[in-house]
């Protein structure tokens, strides 16, 4: 009964060694609250228009205005995609502006409008030190989607390689939790409800060893969002990829000047232990406890 009770301790003992292992074989690869004084809710700047290249002054909280942060990147606000948003984006419409009026947690969040005059792009990439090579990443961030307007669109986070091919995106489409990799969306049915004007917790995990992305709403795993499979022609020419929070409109969307908007908060990127390390180390630790055994029944 002794010799049991040993090997199970023993058996204890070792789970609890890996879980500790696989805890502190997680890296934090980036993490914001957009919280001052890294983010300013007030900074503005000067700064060439997106398209002419003539300066500007940025509306109060742009991103643009927002200093390098910890890991030596700043954001980068990307306004739209047509000459329309010329106008739009010298006027009022930055389209991410750090902000204190609706936030998740602290007391400043992001907050990124809609495509206004057919923009279909309205979004804040960072460039993030992320390998395809036996990684396993988790995208977390709180985000909260304005009443329905004409202009919907598709927010969330997205995740791009060196080619701008799009690797993996989780968001929000009209009430309901979307997914996607490449040309192939994920979430359209089953129907995962969200609604708008509700704050979630998404989580986005791609794993870049069996090549699929997985999801969770709220701390719970989307049965339907397990495993997917990723675009097949991922390509990084180096090590950095490209993270945005924001939106995309439908193309031919109708012009509004209330267009949706999102707002971010929490946003963090981790990155696992691979898989095949975690299943060497049990592996390694069933051996011990097996020569274990082995060596007290010889005795």
């Known amino acids: 009964m002794i010799s049991r009770l040993v090997s199970r301790l023993s058996l204890t003992a070792l789970m609890v060694t890996l879980s500790t292992l696989a805890h502190a074989q997680a890296t934090v690869i980036y993490s914001t609250g957009f919280e001052a004084p890294t983010f300013s809710t007030t900074a503005t700047a000067t700064i060439p228009n997106f398209y002419t290249g003539a300066p500007f002054t940025t ?9 390098a942060d910890q890991w030596g990147l700043a954001w980068e606000d990307i306004p739209g995609n047509i000459p329309q948003s010329i106008i739009n984006y010298e006027a009022s419409v930055n389209s991410a502006t750090v902000q204190s009026g609706v936030v998740r947690s602290g007391t400043q969040a992001l907050k990124v409008d809609g495509a206004v005059a057919n923009q279909r792009l309205s979004t804040a990439f960072k460039g993030l030190p992320l390998s395809t090579v036996n990684r396993v990443y988790d995208f977390n961030f709180d985000m909260r989607v304005s009443g329905a307007s004409a202009q ?10 060196q080619n701008s091919a799009r690797i993996a995106s989780l968001g929000f489409y009209q009430g309901i939790l979307v997914a996607g990799s490449g040309a192939s969306l994920y979430g359209l049915g089953p129907f995962t409800p969200i609604g708008y004007d509700n704050w979630a ?3 986005l995990s791609v ?25 097949n022609d991922i390509t990084f020419t180096s090590t950095l990829a490209g993270v945005g929070l924001g939106g995309q409109a439908p193309d031919g969307a109708p012009y509004t000047t209330t267009p949706e908007r999102a707002y971010f908060d929490s946003f963090s990127v981790t990155s696992a232990p691979e898989p095949g390390t975690l299943a060497f180390l049990v592996l390694g630790g069933m051996l011990v406890i097996a020569r274990r055994r082995s060596a007290k029944k010889e005795g």
């Open 152 to 161: 919907v669109g598709q927010w969330g986070v997205t995740i791009i390689d």
């Open 201 to 203: 917790t998404y989580k």
């Open 59 to 67: 509306v109060p909280g742009a991103l643009a205005a927002s200093p």
């Open 207 to 231: 794993n870049f060893f069996t090549n699929t992305m997985s999801v969770a709403l709220n701390g719970f795993p989307i049965s339907s969002m397990q495993n997917l499979p990723l675009r």
